[in-house]
């Protein structure tokens, strides 16, 4: 019998790293991020960012990406996808974002502090601008919801990519790599309702028994102390066949452990309605079948 972690993630801070994750101290002066967009830290009191990304195979000629991997277990997904689109492209992800051509900082803005800190570590970033990096690359919740306002602030950012372009991460950094000469900030967003796609083929950050599974996205409360809905959407769950295939591909890559994740793990197959009557429940008994699978969480 497989162990059932009852770890209910709704209410994470979205200001945690996660295992391979930034780490820095605030400048005595950073209250002066209101508004959030000034660029107004001092240059020479920030900290040198760390690498939020397992290295890949290095083949000598591609061109090198570093993520930044802030927020919360969705967040982690999405930069692991975004690393495996990469990676499938022909980029190399180095450990160091010293050593990137171009360094991407998926952003969190949850709670003022995630933001303060996403604000860091793009300014971190593009720091190095000066030295080794071409570019850099905003993505995350940041990026959908202040789109407008991190390109007017920050013109030293390259792109800004919302949820539902992060495949066209791979042809932003290209594009930013050849080019010379400054250019404004590219701005690419999209619709906050973002269909789902295949999650298993990526470059996983967490530890190698373990591995988050998104199963819905989005959220229909209207908490008045939470403005998720306005940038992750309405609440739709991820089918029960596309869960299993990525439960199962992600078990036979060595996995032993599985925590599912959403706004609204609970909700999970409500909106199916009568198309598919399966609701939690079900998918956890099926969850529960798969050989290596030794451990689930909530």
């Known amino acids: 019998m497989h162990t059932l972690m009852l770890q209910h993630n709704r209410f994470i801070s979205a200001s945690v790293f996660f295992l391979l994750a930034l780490s820095f101290s605030f400048p005595k002066h950073s209250q002066c991020f209101a508004p959030y967009f000034a660029p107004c830290i001092a240059r020479s009191s920030r900290s040198q960012l760390r690498m939020a990304a397992i290295e890949a195979p290095k083949n000598g000629v591609a061109n090198k990406v570093a993520l930044v991997a802030l927020g919360c277990p969705k967040n982690t997904v999405d930069a692991e996808v975004m690393l495996g689109d990469l990676q499938k492209r022909g980029f190399t992800i180095v450990r160091q974002p010293k050593d990137a051509d171009v360094v991407i900082v998926n952003t969190c803005t949850f ?167 399966r609701r939690l429940a079900d998918l956890l008994r099926a969850l529960d079948e798969i050989p290596q699978l030794r451990r689930m969480g909530l």
Request: one cysteine or more; hydrophobic letters at 40%; aromatic letters at 8%.
């Open 111 to 277: 709670i003022e502090d995630a933001k303060k800190e996403s604000i860091q570590a793009v300014l971190e970033a593009v720091d190095l601008k000066q030295s080794t990096a071409k570019g850099v690359v905003v993505t995350g919740c940041m990026a959908q919801r202040y789109a407008s306002e991190l390109s007017g602030e920050l013109p030293e950012v390259d792109a800004v990519v919302g949820f539902e372009k992060y495949g066209d991460i791979g042809q932003h950094i290209e594009e930013i790599i050849a080019r010379s000469g400054y250019a404004m900030p590219v701005v690419s967003v999209g619709s906050i309702d973002v269909p789902f796609r295949p999650e298993w083929e990526r470059v996983r950050i967490t530890q190698r028994h373990a591995a988050f599974i998104r199963v819905a996205e989005g959220c229909d409360h209207q908490c008045t102390f939470c403005a998720i809905p306005s940038w992750r959407g309405r609440f739709r769950s991820k089918t029960f066949e596309a869960i299993m295939e990525e439960a199962r591909s992600l078990c036979a890559s060595g996995v032993t452990e599985l925590n599912l994740i959403a706004e609204d793990t609970n909700q999970w197959g409500q909106d199916f309605g009568q198309q598919d009557p």
